[in-house]
């Protein structure tokens, strides 16, 4: 397969990236010195007793990059090529993303280096507990609240959430976000990052007069993220013909059912095989080619660095929203601009997830919950003016949307480090 997962680039990408928007604000050395690096790291081994009575140590990680504006607040992704660098580059877009959508947390992210598909439940649930458990001071409503990221969900989150109240002694929904509505979870949560894209790219399409019905889209990933927003533009009334997932990739020109493609997934948990059940898509030989199809609006809602200056030129899509976090390098970054591409980046496309997290804590912190409408309403309204506050920006300073959202978000978090000053 072409395209490879390089997380040490992830986090030079997210540092050239500052470097670029903290140019043209002219930061001095010291606001830079105070907001560019992580706050806290830590890495521990968690050892996990697995069913057949053997030990296994797995490695994990928090990073808390920065905390100027509330409580750290980041995903925890459970995935088999999870590094330091990398969580320091996803932690590092939280503090951005928290800052662009204006909800008063910081950027935290944590991971752990392990294939979730290899484990039982039994084994999963002990390796969640441990995770918590190995960390459980640096976590807090008031302190740093994970959620989930790529392959961890509502199930992971209520073991954090257990572990840490049967600690305290006390019931602290809290403390993470993303839980199952049962457990104090938030209406809208499992689709918010999904339904955030879509928000956005109805906005982009707006800009750009791309009629969205019709508009022909490929997607990157079916995970949580690519799966709801497949399903947002089905409803839409675009046509949904390229889709991929890491074990394959799939095309039908006419527009691929995506709610059969779901109750695949659903049962399968992944794409692989799925033409036996809907024999009119056509399997790519390698699902990357996916990434050139020819589309108008192109979702990348897999892993980082997936469009590089090797297939940046290739690319037919008028518009990218990134779905995920960090799909596209700092080199095909300015291929792309070049050539006109306009691109919903990261922190402001997909933001929706942790805005919703942001309704969850409150909800939990009030005791009180809200209706999926009301939830629907703020997130619309959420999205709506980042989206079009970043667009303004772009417009004032000449520059792209990615560069705008530094822009943004990089002000208001060196306002509220700078108002609080320094301690001793
Ligand atoms: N993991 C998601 C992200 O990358 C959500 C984070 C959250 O809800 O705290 O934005």
Known sequence: MRGTFDSTSALG???RQFDRAAGVLKLTPNQIAVIKQPRRVTEVKLPVQMDDGSVEIFTGYRVQHNVA???AKG???FHPKVTLDEVKALAFWMTYKCAVVNIPMGGGKGGVAVDPRKLSTAELERL???YFAEMIDLFGGDRDIPAPDVNTGPQVMGWFMDTYSMHRQEFLPEV???????LGGSLGRETATADGVAICIREAARHLKIDLGGARVAIQGFG???SYTALNLYRDGARVVALSDDTGGYVYEEGIDIPRVMDYTRANRKLQGIETAMPELIPLEDPMEILEWDVEILVPAALENMIT?????KIRARLI???ANGPITTEADDILDERDVFIIPDILCNAGGVSVSYLEWVQNRMGYYWSLRRIQEDLDEIMTSAFRAVLHMSQQHHVNMRIAAFLLGIQRVTTAAEMRGLYA
Request: aromatic content about 0%; proline content about 10%.
């Open 13 to 15: 990408n997210a540092m």
């Open 69 to 71: 504006r509330g409580p």
């Open 75 to 77: 995903g925890v992704r």
């Open 128 to 130: 969640s507990r441990r």
């Open 176 to 182: 993470v976000t993303g839980k199952p509505p049962e």
């Open 224 to 226: 949580n993220v690519g």
């Open 309 to 313: 200056k090797e297939n940046a030129e």
């Open 321 to 323: 929203a990134e779905g």
